[in-house]
């Protein structure tokens, strides 16, 4: 297709993009089995079916995947049994509202049903011998139950919610049931359940097997308050029913570590160790996440990642993303190396750590401009499977032989839709701050772009502000291009990926150098000479929803502001949030709000907008438990005492991730809606 025949992208192609997700390479290295995501435009609803594809074929650009599982429900969660015969995975193929755990045969066959349990499933695990899952299982609240019953005889909503914890809603879930995550096993055969934990008081969760079949390791919090001291987090080890363990199971046993949060472990292939990923202080959220080993019958900790600057977790934002979870460390079989994913410099590579005492070094298996997703080893750990997205488009399966590091793009989703489509050119950026800090960014020019013309820019700030902008294909900054702006955006300060003193620096200092750095990025751009700099734009959500704010109350510069999702107000955000007390950990107050009043003011958007003159556009979800939209009509009530021209956009049964996750029609409209307010004033 030439030039000429290609057409700009548009809002509606979300209809027509399907998302890739959670590739896992059999044991023999043949095959990988994937998750597709597609949206049906009749119903609104998104459907996740089962793909397999052979590790063989060839890379001619042409797609050998086959579709594995049908219909219009969500399969999802796919894992190999040991012997490679069959395929677990999670579906609500009998129940829209709730999913079971199925087996299917590998060489084909109906899926069968195994669980018969109500309630949600965060995942499931096979046993070594192919014969049990252990799984983290919340049953559904008896008292809904009996509520729904009542409802369904009256008609009649909710009467009243009773709440003991502060971990009482989730935002993109609602108001969470009183009973807890407890850990089960379920027999593959018979499906017959067994539960492992019980109580109203503690969650258990991320259960992993022990290799001799006979316990599991999991997590938990026994902090008599766990929902203020969130990050108590330890590893427990419990016996599995089985005949050398009584009937009604064995007692959990704490295993003794270092204190401090503890998540995604895993277990070597001897049994003896325990990997997990952790932080080295409580409560400081921009610390980097490292890496842990500790013998599985507790004691001294060994950390990997001593003086590794690498954030050992994957935050990298895009809008056609498919959510799959990140991989826990993977052993290699002599125990020797932890296989695991960074965030560094917008890229997200494959790294692999030596375990042995002594050492603290790395070796890079996947460093590539782009970012590896997920991935999965086979068993001879000759081939390692992977999600892999970059800039040209969302991810895909790929395949490297680690012995060669032949690679292999095993799908082409999207290719032909993309094919069709004139993009803008993207080019990257370091530049400086104010200060001399190295800064990393990107600039997109509009499709046809002709640098002996003057054009309109908007300026996009992540949000997090933990989190980066990288090497990653982002549909909003393409729909904005096409429109005839130069788009641009940047990692301030904040942002993770450039070392923990990086994103450290507003830590209780909100709104000073990452301004700063916001400011500078915009000075660099303004100097280039195809930008008209009486039509400059700015939008951002969540953190860049704040510091949207926050700019359109500091300076004028901006023709034109669509503020997202924001935080506003430091001193009513703190409770309203999913997050509860987590506002301190956030941004790093040492108080409270009623003890630091000033500070936590300080730091908030709101203190400046009296000065504010841009005429700004607020979008917040009705249901976005992270920012409540209190805090987007805080800036909209201001702003219209204030005589700035400025509407407010509400989106019903929506959560934070609106703009990722959103039902597609609603995307559509606040893009819409976005693309409006800055063709009008821009």
């Known amino acids: 297709m030439s030039h000429s025949e290609k057409r700009l992208i548009t809002a509606e192609d979300l209809y027509n993009i399907e998302l890739v997700s959670d590739p896992q390479i059999s044991p023999d290295g043949a095959h990988v089995i994937f998750g597709v995501t597609r949206v049906d435009r009749k119903t609104e609803k998104k459907y996740t079916n089962l793909w397999l594809v052979a590790t063989s074929v060839a890379t001619n650009g042409q797609s ?35 999913a079971q755990i199925y087996i299917i045969p590998f060489h084909g066959g109906e899926a069968r049903p195994v669980s018969k349990m109500e309630g949600s499933f965060a995942g499931f695990v096979w046993s070594p011998d192919g014969r049990t899952f252990a799984t983290q299982f919340r049953k559904k609240d008896q008292a809904a139950i009996e509520r729904e019953k009542d409802e369904q005889k009256k008609k009649l909503g909710v009467v009243s919610r009773h709440i003991t914890s502060l971990n009482y809603k989730g935002d993109g879930a609602g108001y969470l049931p009183e009973e807890k995550w407890h850990i089960w096993t379920i027999d593959a055969a ?3 359940a067994s539960q492992l934990t019980e109580g109203d008081k503690f969650d258990e969760t991320q259960p992993q097997w022990t290799p001799d079949g006979r316990s599991l390791i999991f997590i938990s919090n026994r902090d008599p308050q766990p929902d203020i001291n969130w990050d108590q987090t330890e590893l427990y080890r419990i016996p599995v029913r089985g005949s050398a363990i009584p009937a009604e199971g064995g007692v959990m046993e704490l295993i003794p570590s270092r204190e401090g949060r503890k998540f995604n472990h895993t277990l070597s292939p001897d049994g003896s160790w325990i990997a997990y990923m952790g932080r080295k202080q409580k409560g400081h959220w921009y610390q980097n996440d490292c ?5 599985t019958s507790g004691g001294k900790v060994r950390h990997l990642t001593e ?9 990298t934002l895009t809008d ?8 826990p460390p993977t052993w290699s079989k002599d125990g020797r190396t932890l296989f695991t ?10 790294l692999a750590f030596s375990t042995d005492s002594g050492t603290s070094g790395y070796e890079r298996i996947i460093d590539e401009a782009g970012l590896v997703g997920s991935f999965s080893l086979d068993e001879a750990q000759q081939k390692v499977a992977y999600l892999w997205g970059d800039m040209n488009g969302p991810a895909q399966v790929r395949v490297r032989d680690l012995g060669t590091g032949e690679t292999k793009t095993l799908t082409n989703f999207n290719q032909a839709l993309l094919a069709e489509i004139e993009s803008g050119k993207i080019e990257e950026v370091w530049f400086k701050s104010q200060d001399g800090t190295d800064l990393h960014g990107w600039i997109m020019t509009p499709p046809g772009f002709d640098p002996s013309q003057k054009y309109p820019s908007v300026l996009e700030i992540h949000g997090g502000p933990q989190t980066q902008y990288g090497r990653a294909y982002f549909h909003e900054l393409h729909l904005l291009a096409a429109q005839g702006y130069v ?80 935080v506003s107000n430091f001193i009513s955000f703190y409770g309203s949030s999913d997050m509860n007390i987590g506002a301190e950990y956030l941004f790093g107050a040492e108080k409270a709000p009623w003890d630091d009043l000033e500070n936590y003011w300080q730091q908030s958007p709101i203190a400046y907008i009296g000065n504010a003159k841009t005429p700004t556009l607020l979008i917040h979800s009705e249901h976005d438990f992270r920012c409540d939209k209190e805090q987007g009509e805080q800036v909209f009530v201001a702003l219209r005492k204030l005589g700035v021209d400025s509407e407010l956009i509400l989106f019903p049964e929506e959560s934070h991730g609106l703009s990722r996750a959103g039902r597609t029609d609603r995307r559509i409209e606040r893009l819409s809606h976005m693309i409006r307010w800055f063709a009008t004033y821009l």
């Not at 003086?307 to 935050?315: K, M, N, Q, T, Y």
């Not at 070392?499 to 150098?513: D, P, S």
């Open 64 to 98: 050998a995947a086959r579709q594995f599982t049908y219909g219009d429900h969500n399969d999802t969660h796919p894992r190999w049994s040991p012997d490679g015969r069959s395929i677990a995975f999670l579906s609500n193929r009998k129940d829209e509202k709730q």
């Open 190 to 192: 018979s499906g017959e």
């Open 291 to 295: 890496l842990y080993v500790v013998p």
């Open 307 to 315: 003086g590794i600057d690498l954030h050992l977790s994957i935050v």
């Open 320 to 327: 056609v993303g498919s959510g799959t979870a990140q991989t």
């Open 341 to 350: 994913m960074a965030t560094e410099k917008g890229n997200q590579p494959l």
């Open 487 to 566: 788009v641009y955006w940047s990692n301030p300060r904040g942002s993770q990926g450039y070392g923990e003193a990086f994103a450290g620096a507003i830590y209780n200092r909100w709104g000073t150098v990452d301004y700063e750095d916001v400011m500078a990025w915009a000075d660099t751009v303004e100097k280039l000479p195809y930008i008209d700099t009486k039509r400059m734009g700015v939008t951002g959500g969540s953190y860049g929803g704040y510091m949207t704010t926050l700019i359109i109350g500091k300076t004028h510069r901006f023709k034109a502001a669509v503020a997202q999702r924001v």
